[in-house]
Structure formats: structure tokens, C-alpha cells
């Protein structure tokens, strides 16, 4: 696993998801070129082929997320008892994750999860409480298998769904 270098181009790349496909080749080097988010890929040490990618750029947790501000403050005294109870809170979005088709169903989504995960744990990289994600539809059972869970219930009938991971849980 390694950072995409700055400049670099993919040049191809399947996990039968068009838009997937789309960003790790023609958009991630756009992106780190505007500071917007930092991609990373997984490849055969033997032929370089990408195998699996994600994207990671920084987010919140705020106010703004929720229906009303009654719902935020519920969910901030279930995260935070009596202390810390400011009006965001800090977050890594995961904007992109994919597994080149080849791999699919070999818990390397799974792994890729737990070492974003304890990316933001170990040595406590940047202050980071949260994992986000705008979860396909189709990925939902993906994510909740791996204990995210919804932030909040005003997009049920989108096409994504907002879902979080509270990094104090591994702790």
C-alpha cells in the first residue's frame, strides 16, 4: 500500500463501479493537486496493477448534519459524557473506497477499513474522532458488517447515506 505521488496517473482500473473507475483514473491526481484529498492504492508487488484504492479527505461532524439541533445534542451526549461539547467535531471522510473486481470478497474492503482506522489512532496522526463515509446504497451491509452506522435518517431515500465510525471505540 502506498500514497498516489503527486502528479501520478492510473491507467486502469476495474471494480465494475463507472464512477469508481472514473476517479482513481481521471480525477484522484486533480484532487491532490487542489489539496482536496489524498488517495491511496494497493498493488501486485510483482505487476504494479492497482488492486484496491481509497480516498481520504478531512470532514465533520456538526450541527448542520442533523434535522434539528435537539438530534445533535442527543447524539453528542451519547459520545461525549458532560465534557467536550463543542459544535463540531473533527472527522476523515472516506470519499472513495474500491477493490479492482479481481479481488472482490476477500475482506480487503474489511482490511482497508481498519487500517484507516488505525491510521488515525495509532500516534493520534491529527485530532480525528470520527470516520465518514457517504455509503452507497449497495455498500450499506458493507459498512454496517464493520460497525458504522448511520449519522442520521433525512437521507434514507438518497442514493447515499451518510455513515460514521467513532474511533474511541477502539480505544
Known amino acids: ?56 479527505t478531512n470532514d465533520k461532524v456538526s450541527i448542520s448534519d442533523f434535522e434539528s439541533k435537539a438530534d445533535f445534542n442527543r447524539f453528542r451526549k451519547q459520545k461525549f459524557v458532560n465534557e467536550k461539547r463543542i459544535r463540531s467535531y473533527p472527522a476523515i471522510k472516506i470519499g472513495r473506497l474500491a477493490i479492482a473486481k ?17 491510521y488515525f489512532i495509532v500516534d493520534n496522526k491529527s485530532g480525528c474522532r470520527f470516520v465518514t463515509v457517504d455509503a452507497y ?26 455513515m460514521y465510525f467513532d474511533l474511541a471505540s477502539l480505544l
Open 1 to 56: 500500500m502506498r500514497r498516489l505521488n503527486a502528479g501520478e496517473r492510473i491507467a486502469a482500473f476495474d471494480c465494475q463501479d463507472a464512477d469508481l473507475n472514473d476517479f482513481i483514473v481521471n480525477e484522484a491526481a486533480l484532487y491532490r493537486e487542489a489539496l482536496l484529498a489524498v488517495t491511496y492504492v494497493v498493488e501486485d508487488k510483482s505487476t504494479r496493477e492497482v488492486l484496491a484504492y481509497f480516498s481520504l
Open 137 to 162: 446504497v449497495d455498500a450499506i451491509p458493507f459498512y454496517i458488517k464493520n460497525n458504522y452506522q448511520f449519522l442520521n435518517n433525512d437521507d434514507e431515500d438518497k442514493n447515499t447515506r451518510v
Open 102 to 118: 479481481s479481488i472482490q470478497h476477500q475482506s480487503v474492503g474489511t482490511y482497508l477499513l481498519e487500517f484507516i482506522e488505525d
